[in-house]
């Protein structure tokens, strides 16, 4: 605690004032961890997922990485999305993005930023998907903010696609994945009106029979 005490002192402020509010909160806590949301989400300090819906500990779990990208090789991603479905059987899987991501803004350039590049990668094809609806546009902070709600769109499907989700459908389990954005600009969420809810709303070359 040499280094970091003030965050030590912040925390017993913080326990304190739950159990003040709710003096059995973390022994009850403490017994099940039970909650219907997954929201993955981008790493920035900014875009805290309990704070932004104004939700407890316990009642969404939470996986973030740079610029919220689900791809289908990363163990990490897929381990936590199988424990969210197999065994915590959450209903609502939600990635959510935020405009002016930094992630974003990095793939759409043309600089060298090191061994993030290669995780980047996964953007600029978002961005090579839909190159002409982007480049379309004028303004290059619009250009960042639309890639920013396309990058959540592809992610929706990513997810989709997995064998977690789609078994988790074929088996009768309610789980609907949806696309979000943030703006951290006011601090509100914008329905991206993503919403897939069963296997016959992915494409047919993503089904899994």
Known sequence: MRFLKNLFDKNKKWAEKIKESDPDFFT???KQQNPEYLWI???????????????????????RNIANVVVHTDLN?????????NVLKIKH???CGHYGCGGIKAAMDNQEHGLIDNW????????????????AIEDEQEKINLLCELNVVEQV??????????SAWKSGQELAVHGWIYSIEDGILKDLNVCITNQEEISRIHQIN
């Open 28 to 30: 009850k806590l403490s």
């Open 41 to 63: 989400g981008c790493s920035d300090s900014r875009v805290p997922a309990n704070e932004i819906v104004d939700m407890m500990p316990g009642e969404i779990f939470v996986h």
């Open 77 to 85: 991603c897929l381990s936590v999305i199988q424990y969210a479905v």
């Open 93 to 95: 899987i939600i990635v």
């Open 120 to 135: 980047l990668r996964n953007i600029k094809d978002t961005y090579r998907f839909h190159q002409d609806k982007i480049n």
């Open 157 to 166: 499907d990513n997810i989709c696609h997995t064998t977690i989700v789609q």
